[in-house]
């Protein structure tokens, strides 16, 4: 399980995440307004987020927290991901 927010390097808008509260009470709905969501490691080629998760959280500890820079070949490639507004070849943060 894990809570995150996902930003196009480029411009640095969110593109996805689950549900944020910044300190000042500005929200930001995630997937289904879950503030986590579950996320199977070794199982992103099927699609459910970047490949990068893989390496990235591969023994990431309990309340561990981690910042992850994503170049294209591990994030969304040259498809992108248009319902999410990711473009082909972005990076991501």
Do not use: H
Not at 46 to 64: I, L, R, T, Y
Not at 72 to 80: A, I, Q
Request: aromatic share 10%; proline share 10%.
């Amino acid at each position: 399980e894990v809570r995150y927010e996902g930003r196009l390097r480029s411009t640095g808008e969110i593109f996805d995440g689950s549900a944020i509260t910044f300190a000042n009470g500005a929200t930001v709905p995630g997937r289904g307004g879950d503030a986590s969501i579950f996320f199977v490691l070794g199982m992103q080629p099927a699609g459910q987020f970047p490949p990068a998760w893989d390496a990235a959280m591969a023994g990431c500890c309990v309340g561990e927290v981690r910042k992850l820079s994503v170049p294209p070949v591990l994030g969304f490639g040259d498809k992108g991901s248009p319902k999410r507004g990711v473009p082909p070849f972005a990076a991501l943060d």
